[in-house]
């Protein structure tokens, strides 16, 4: 199955729109159900996904880790629609299991503001040209709220810290209320008070909106403290797929969290100790 990005640029790039190049009908709201069938993505001949199948069912946090080049960011971008699986299947499926179009987005490690916009205007770039500015103005200044930056409005982005400027990148992912938000490092350039601030923003909303979301992290105390269930790849390959039992929300320090994030860093680092 094919899936087209749709991109619109005013001069800088906006947030992707992506859809199933199919007659599947739109998933008019709530979360989207993800499957995967023996993916596979290979550069040359370079074969970066092995037959990566999955089930993601709606709502759920899923976390992707992994070492560096083990395929997870590419798995991530043909989720998004950003590359074409070189074999396999991608479907997103409605809650009665039938496959839909879904309204995805991407929070990427770079929050990607446009400097002329003002902190509203940037989160209504999330809704597209589908509606006038004042109506985009009120549904930016909500969805600020409920990131906790609705004072920090009318500012230029220049004025925001690092943190604050996530957080815009976040609400305008938010937006237009997605069925699957995917998350790329979106935390990586963050000191580590501000990255655990985040951490607990994300997982806040997320359990507040129920959208599916999809984080690629190289921090597995992240992964595990974020997600239901953390997916190591390992040359392409699903490695593991480990359920993080605890309930919402979670706290650092949480003793079982530590064991689990133990065994995620065993399956990662192997034999040879990461050497």
């Not at 798995?75 to 309204?103: C, K, T, V, W, Y």
Request: charged share 25%; with cysteine.
């Amino acid at each position: 199955m094919t899936l087209v990005a749709h991109e619109r640029f005013q001069a800088a790039p906006r947030e992707p729109e992506y859809e199933i190049d199919s007659a599947a009908p739109a998933l008019q709201a709530g979360a989207a159900a993800i499957t995967l069938k023996g993916l596979e993505k290979s550069f040359g001949s370079n074969r970066v996904l092995r037959g990566i199948s999955l089930h993601i069912p709606a709502g759920q946090f899923v976390a992707v880790i992994g070492k560096s080049g083990c395929g997870k960011s590419t798995l991530l971008r043909i989720l998004m629609g950003l590359d074409e699986p070189s074999a396999g299947e991608l479907h997103f499926e409605n809650e009665a299991g039938d496959d839909a179009q879904a309204n995805a987005r991407i929070v990427f490690q770079e929050p990607r503001l446009l400097p002329w916009l003002d902190v509203a205007d940037n989160v209504a770039v999330g809704l597209g040209d589908r509606v006038d500015r004042q109506t985009g103005r009120s549904a930016a200044e909500a969805v600020l709220d409920e990131v906790q930056l609705a004072e920090k409005a009318g500012e230029w982005p220049a004025r925001l810290s690092g943190g604050q400027r996530q957080r815009v990148a976040l609400a305008r992912a938010l937006v237009s209320r997605p069925g699957v938000l995917a998350l790329d490092e979106p935390l990586g350039a963050l000191d580590a008070l501000t990255r655990i601030s985040m951490q607990e923003l994300i997982s806040r909303v997320w359990r507040e909106l129920r959208f599916t979301a999809v984080l690629v992290t190289h921090d597995v105390s992240e992964a595990v403290h974020l997600a239901d269930r953390v997916i190591v790849l390992d040359e392409g390959r699903v490695a593991v797929d480990l359920a993080i039992p605890e309930p919402h929300p979670r706290r650092h320090g949480n003793a079982k969290l530590a064991e689990l994030e133990g065994q995620l860093l065993a399956a990662i680092l192997g034999s040879d100790g990461g050497h």
